[in-house]
């Protein structure tokens, strides 16, 4: 039986007369655990205490309540309409999020019930009558003990009456089932059982075995399952009859067992016996329910390889038969399983009803959607539901003959044409991994090429603009819920629309990152002994303190050959550099191919590739000079500064200096303006050193310091020293091919005798050991004196949470802090800071802090993703919300 056929079941009348007869026996009343529950009766019927006994509060939706949310009076019977459009309200949007949901109210006219059923096949759920059939007496003697209602005598003998003319015709108005109450005691007595829907086997966690559109095929499906690792069972003469796995794998079919192909009885026979076994889950498919109504006897047109299954099952006893028509009824239209993580069915299932019970789910499930056009073949124009897909589960389907199976926007159709000469593909879940065998040959000639309606891309079309606008909450596993405010999102959209660089390729965008705490030391804004303090007080003791570069972050995506990022990023060509707001790095597009081929050769020469098992990584780096990104800023911020100051301050100084000569007492002032101008040149100084010329790659270096990602691994959550090793080698890979060719003549090599990447310096530091926390402030104090521009505090350990108790239970700790030295400060406040330390020490860091934070999980949330294979609008989501939290007020000195 079908589940919507057993679901339309309803008491019979002589059930309801047994009832009758004992009215004190236990009534238990099914009800499907999303659905809408429609009370019916008189006044006074005892609806409101039947609900509040069975169902809790949040579930139950009162007229009288709506009335009095209306109308401060729950007896205001001119409220009644105002009342019922908020209670409709209200139903549909529990209906909507899958809340079973009661109303309360009389509901004993049609119109009333027939409203609330349209909203229930609205939301694709079951709409289920309890009828509370209470003598018209009581009822009206409850209504007069009631001291807050007085009803018209009139009313509790007109109700009765419209009830009585409704009892028999409730499942005609699409009730779905209907329980009738007859009695105070019945009423009593009732007890409601809550039935799991038939679709829900969210308790089924797998492992599986998805197996694609087989059609008679029973050859190819043996050596698949074979391949799958199943052991057959036969019977005595052959036939295979079951299929086990040794590791307890079940396997799942998306339909279309039947028709076109050869023995259509036999993969009946072996799908069944897997089922009733235990070993076997198998949704319907169109060409099941068009055989199983023909041979009900229904009319059908034979057409489309129906003729060849009702021909091979001639062959069959009346028993076999009479089996496979049960097997057909019985089939579910599509299973929710791994905790909602997946579903299986035959033509594929939009988010909106997964889970969802109604004719329109089930048509959906078995024919899919058209366009209402036709091909040149005179077939249906499917409409291409996975490309707007953005569903959690992953929805695994067949129906539509595709030449290969991809998974498109987390969706993969197993479908690959294995009776016109393809081959028979099923999915391992949750490895994700597709395994196919080829059709012994074409036993059914295709009425179309075998091509896909479905986009060719792995990931269809990976990113929307609904994905990204306005209010949006993001979740990460380490962070919980980020929210992104609507004004973030759209100054964002604004960046990634106008300036960023193709977002098919943005699969990270990296966080900003928090000074440590205020220095309280005569001098000092930042030092490092607050930053090991900090990580000390968070419980962290292993610390990898790296040298800050005199430069700019870039995120580096490198290809291994032309073909790797289009495979995974929809994307040809050699990979991408981008700066923090996701904008293109360098303006030369030739210059960036340079650069990524000297980092994509390093890493060839180093074995990163074979031992990462990729053929594309990203990187974390520092692209210098600053000046490569940054001379407008250099030119219109800094460099105007220091001019404004050499040509003012000799004036004034000499200004100064004939007013002491007219005898006037200006010392403390001189002194004063003599110090800005040792400041300014300080300044000067200071940003120059970020600053040099470069002509192609000559000049140019690029310091990777981390290795976010490669093929099917986050790689940004090892441990720090595991990075700085293998970018060790990478360096080292790239210095020596420069040694290589530093003495050759050839022009052509000429861009390769100078290294460009280079090594990131680092000191580790245990924060309970006075000498190693003491060294490492010796190191900074030598980078920092030696016009470097300080240095970042990172836990060794990477990603590490607070223990709980202290601060928010498993919070994350910051992922690194910077220490920034005392003339490069002097760049960020100005040249004179130093006079204004009292003022600069209350600076509040604590949004800032929150931000980093925010936007560190969300990067790792993307990584997660990527690694995970997601769709890649899943991997946009947080890299885009990144991009969003950067419009946020914050000082940007920090």
Known sequence: MTDDATESAAPDDSQDQARTECPTAPRRLPVTDVSLVVLIGTSGAGKSTFARRHFLPTQVVSSDFCRGLVADDENDQSASAAAFEVLHHIVGKRLAAGRLTVVDATNVQPEARRQLVAI????????????LDVPPGVCAERNRSRPDRQLPAHVVPRQNRELRHS???????????????????EVAAAEIELEKRYNDLRHLTGPFDIVGDIHGCRSELETLLTRLGYTLARDAEGRPVDAAHPAGRTAVFVGDLVDRGPDTPGVLRLVMGMVAAGHALCVPGNHENKLGRAMDGKKVTVAYGLQESLDQLAGESEEFR???????????????????????????????????????????????????????????VRYPWAEEYRGRALVVYGHTPVPTASF???????????VFGGSLTALRYPERELVGVEAEREWYAPARPLITDAPGAR?????????????????????GRVAVREENAAAALEVMSRFALDPR????????????????????????????????????????????????????????????????????????????????????????????????AAAERAGLFEELATDWLLLDAELMPWSLKAVELLRRQYAAVGAAAGAALPEVLSALERAAGRGLDLAHLTARQRQRAVDARAFTEAYRRYCWPTEGLSGIRLAPFQLLAAEGANLAVRPHDEHLDLIDRLVAADTNAADDTADTNDTDAADRKEPVLHRTRRILVDTEDEASTAAATAWWEELTGEGGEGMVVKPLASLVRTARGEGRPGGLVQPGVKVR????????????????LDRLRLRALGHKRSLALREYALGL????????????WRVHEPVFAVLALESEPVDPRL
């Open 322 to 380: 009479a089996e496979v028509r049960a097997f057909m009824r019985g089939l579910v239209s599509h299973y929710l399983l791994d905790g909602g993580a997946l579903v299986v069915c035959h033509a594929g299932l939009p988010e909106r009803y997964h889970g969802r019970n109604s004719g329109r789910v089930r048509s959906h499930a078995l024919y899919g959607e058209t366009t209402g056009e036709t091909d040149e073949y005179g077939l249906p």
């Open 408 to 418: 498109v926007n987390n969706t993969v159709c197993l479908d690959t044409g294995c």
């Open 167 to 185: 009892l028999r015709g409730l499942e005609r108005e699409g009730f779905r089932k209907v329980h009738v109450l007859r009695g105070e005691a």
């Open 120 to 131: 229930a096949r609205e939301h694709d759920v079951l709409p289920i009558a309890i009828v």
């Open 505 to 600: 390729l943005l699969a990270y965008l990296p966080p900003t990152m928090a000074p440590s705490a205020t220095s309280r030391r005569d001098g000092y804004l930042e030092h490092p002994e607050e930053a090991f303090l900090g990580y000390r007080a968070d419980g962290v003791r292993h610390l990898v303190c790296e040298e800050k570069h005199m430069g700019s972050r870039a995120v580096l995506l490198v290809a291994r050959d032309g073909a790797a990022l289009e495979r995974r990023f929809g994307v040809a060509g050699p990979g991408a550099i981008w700066t923090r707001t996701g904008r293109a790095f360098l303006a030369d597009e030739e210059l960036t191919g340079a650069v990524l081929e000297r980092v994509r």
């Open 459 to 479: 990931e269809g079309r990976p990113l929307d603009l609904t994905d990204v606008a306005g209010r949006r909450i993001v979740e990460t596993r380490l962070h």
């Open 861 to 872: 949330e993307a990584l997660d993703r990527l690694a995970a294979g997601e769709p890649l």
């Open 821 to 836: 030295g005392r003339e490069y400060l002097r760049i960020i406040y100005g040249p004179d800071y130093t006079e204004h």
